[in-house]
């Protein structure tokens, strides 16, 4: 038999997943002792908490309307225990499993988190780099960096920063072959293309209104770090993160183009996969990364 805050813990995470299997992989149990949380908690209230399938829960109205009041009284009593231990090593200690494009990674995750790991030498951080939002459960992911639309409402996502995109090349190669002053001029110019690692095709470059795929790159890539570097060689013109090559423009080593025709900058989130209580390793990881993305001296966004 549960205490009844072990069981409260237990529903309000089973509420925020996809099924119990994934509500166990977040506390660390297994789905059978989910289920049999789950199952006590119904009979003691009388009342059914989800509807079951093979694969999925849903929660019934009732689950709703309980889940509502619950939800506050588990953050309160979850700050009040998490107050009472005194020992950060103990607090922090344990895995924090992130993943993050690779061009966020590299150059951005760990210089984020050089603090937080010497304050917190116990938190044990699990670094996948990945283009694509990762099956959290099955990777075993606590927080996640997505440049782009996130679209699964499973996550607790919060903007962090804005990334535009830039036409770049090096002074040398834009005196050789001449500045681009419209879209079509890409057409006479040497310019790289990114492969999707998915599909194999090469991603258009996105502009204010509009698409333009190189038909003829001269470098292809599908790593963003690969294709900097073959701009910076002067190679070619590239379409680039601005958090990558505003370092450079500061420089005077690249030269942005077609600034007037700049799509709208993506967004960079920082998401987790559960709504309910997190440990507080994983709730200080999220927001030592979210403020650390806000802030332009570590994540540049504007010239």
Not at 131 to 142: H, R, S
Not at 162 to 172: E, F, I, N, W
């Amino acid at each position: 038999m549960y205490d009844r805050f072990r069981l409260l813990k237990i529903f309000v995470t089973t509420a925020h997943s996809e099924s119990f299997r994934d509500a166990a992989f977040q506390l660390g149990t297994s789905p059978q002792t989910i289920s049999r949380a789950v199952k006590e908690l119904e009979d003691q209230l009388g009342e059914l908490l989800f509807h079951r399938s093979t694969r999925q829960i849903q929660i019934t109205k009732f689950g709703e309307q309980f889940l509502s009041e619950s939800s506050s009284l588990m953050a309160e009593l979850e700050l009040l225990f998490e107050q009472s231990d005194t020992s950060d090593n103990q607090r922090y200690a344990g895995r924090v499993g992130i993943t993050a494009p690779h061009s966020v990674g590299r150059r951005h995750i760990l210089p984020l988190l050089e603090p937080l790991i010497r304050a917190a030498p116990e938190c044990l951080i699990d670094l996948r780099l990945e283009d694509e939002v990762t099956d959290t459960v099955g990777a075993q992911i606590d927080i996640g960096i997505r440049v782009g639309a996130l679209l699964d409402n499973r996550f607790v996502a919060r903007e962090a920063a804005k990334v535009p995109l830039m036409v770049v090349a090096t002074p040398k190669l834009i005196a050789r072959v001449g500045e681009p002053k419209r879209i079509s001029d890409l057409m006479t110019r040497p310019v790289s293309g990114r492969i999707d690692r998915n599909s194999g095709r090469v991603w258009p470059w996105r502009f204010n209104g509009f698409t333009h795929t190189p038909h003829a790159p001269r470098f292809l890539s599908d790593d963003p770090e690969a294709e900097l570097q073959a701009v910076m060689n002067g190679w070619v013109f590239g379409q680039i993160a601005a958090f990558l090559v505003i370092p450079y423009i500061r420089e005077g080593l690249l030269v942005p183009v077609l600034r007037e025709f700049e799509p709208p900058p993506l967004s960079l989130f920082v998401y987790r996969p559960q709504r309910g209580p997190v440990p507080p390793r994983v709730r200080r990881v999220f927001d030592t990364l979210s403020e650390s993305f806000a802030d332009e001296e570590q994540f540049p966004s504007l010239l």
